[in-house]
């Protein structure tokens, strides 16, 4: 057998097989592509396939750039809702990272409402650039809106900025929340997934708050997003937006807003159980009431950094809270108390770990059972379900900080040792080992039980 191959791809292939030769064939990736490709493949990146029953270069309608979606009389987000309703219907990522945006573009409607009202998965890849918005983006099932990112408080790459006739209270709204717009038809009850906001900064005027979810569920979530100068509520997880999150990598600054009310200012708040926050600064220069607020059950909150509210993270304020954990969370200038256990509703089963009291005055106050710990550390605090004991109403608690009634364990028996009143002591350290069992009342004196 002998096989005789040229050296570039304009030659003839020729193979001779036992005496048998096979005609000379052309490549078919010499076909001119413009005769190929299909006239309604506007803004597709260009890929081999089929068009109309014909191979060659076709544009797939899984990736389109909104730069060819624009003109004089349309505005940036008319241009993105142009862009996603060339997508077919299982939808697909607009590509508006060309777009280019001098100066800011001001949108008058939500790209995701208006003209049209968009029903069909997308990812909206958004441009650097100032975005001037003017009304409420209410983003529909399965989307996600990527920027490029949210960057220090006022220096953000993709900020999204309020109008100050900026019409509607929430900048972003996942789903349908409560509105008329019913945008997720598709899933039982309407509930929505898969909505998501990543790497952008919004930036809010005269009461104007930041996100709201109250319809979006699984793998909805809001990731390495800046809330600048919103003097309302930065993220407020909510109604139907059970299993939803998490919320990660989130800073909220009140900035210079001076001339606007802050008092009702809040960082995030929690009312439905979710996978949590984790990873949250919040700043105010106004010494709003609380920067968190956890009024739901099953929610975890990590990393929290507070700055300038009277409460860092407020528990039951609003709802009950029930199995929820609070985790390394530290206190800046102008907090009073870092955690705040409410006694309006229900709180129980509520474990906090790594607390650092910072600059912050107290680090936990807990009202059920009036206690106040300034410790500038406090590993483990755990509050349990509360007990009746006669016509007394009391909660069972553990807690590492020796300022307050708790458990010590040691192998010798307590003399002298300054104790806080009703602390418990064993001397007996392992199961097997003797020893009593002592309890503290008062001053140095230990009583065996």
């Known amino acids: 057998m002998r096989i005789a191959r040229s050296l570039n791809l304009n030659s003839v292939l020729i193979v001779v097989l036992g005496g048998i030769s096979v005609l000379p064939l052309r490549l078919t990736a010499q076909i001119s592509p413009s005769i190929l490709t299909c006239p309604s493949s506007q803004g597709r990146n260009a890929i081999w396939g089929t068009c109309t029953g014909t191979l060659g270069v076709v544009g797939s309608s899984a990736f389109v750039d909104a730069t060819v979606f624009g003109g004089p009389s349309i505005d940036f987000c008319q241009q993105i809702n142009n862009a996603i309703n060339s997508l077919p219907l299982t939808g697909g990522v607009v590509d508006a990272r060309g777009v280019q945006l001098s100066g800011g573009n001001t949108c008058a409607n939500s790209p995701f409402t208006n003209p049209n009202v968009i029903t069909v998965p997308s990812i909206v890849l958004l441009p650097p650039g100032i975005i001037t918005v003017s009304k409420t983006w209410v983003l529909p099932d399965e989307t996600k809106v990527i920027g490029e990112g949210s960057g220090a408080s006022g220096t953000s790459v993709t900020p999204l900025r309020a109008t100050t006739s900026f019409s509607g209270t929430w900048m972003i709204q996942m789903g349908p929340n409560s509105g008329p717009l019913d945008l997720c038809t598709t899933r039982p009850a309407g509930h929505c997934v898969g909505v998501a906001l990543e790497d952008v900064a919004l930036q809010g005027a005269s009461g104007v708050s930041g996100i709201i979810n109250g319809q979006s569920q699984d793998q909805s979530y809001v990731r390495g997003v800046n809330l600048y100068q919103i003097p309302g509520t930065g993220l407020r997880v909510w109604n139907s937006a059970q299993n939803s999150g998490p919320y990660t990598d989130i800073r909220f600054d009140t900035g210079d807003v001076s001339g606007i009310s802050q008092a009702g200012t809040i960082c995030a708040q929690l ?109 483990t605090y755990v509050l349990g379900e509360s007990i009746l004991i006669d016509s007394n109403t009391a909660y069972s608690r553990f807690t590492t900080s020796p300022n307050v009634p708790t458990l010590g364990v040691g192998t010798s028996t307590p003399t002298s040792t300054t104790c806080t009143k009703g602390s418990l002591f064993s001397d007996a350290p392992t199961l097997n080992s003797g020893g009593d069992l002592y309890v503290c009342t008062g001053g140095t004196t230990w009583s065996p039980l």
């Not at 909150?301 to 860092?312: H, L, N």
């Open 271 to 379: 009312s439905v159980p979710s996978y949590g926050l984790h990873g949250l600064t919040c700043i105010s220069n106004a010494i709003p009431q609380a920067a968190v607020l956890v009024d739901s059950s099953n929610n975890s909150i990590e990393d929290i950094r507070v700055q300038g509210f009277i409460d860092g993270i407020a528990i039951g304020t609003n709802g009950s809270a029930q199995s929820d954990i609070v985790m390394n969370a530290t206190g800046g200038s102008g907090v009073t108390h870092l955690i705040n256990i409410e006694t309006a509703h229900t709180v129980s089963d509520l474990s906090i770990v790594g607390i650092t009291r910072g600059l912050s005055d107290v680090t936990i106050l807990d009202n059920l059972t009036s206690t106040t710990l300034s410790d500038e550390y406090v590993g």
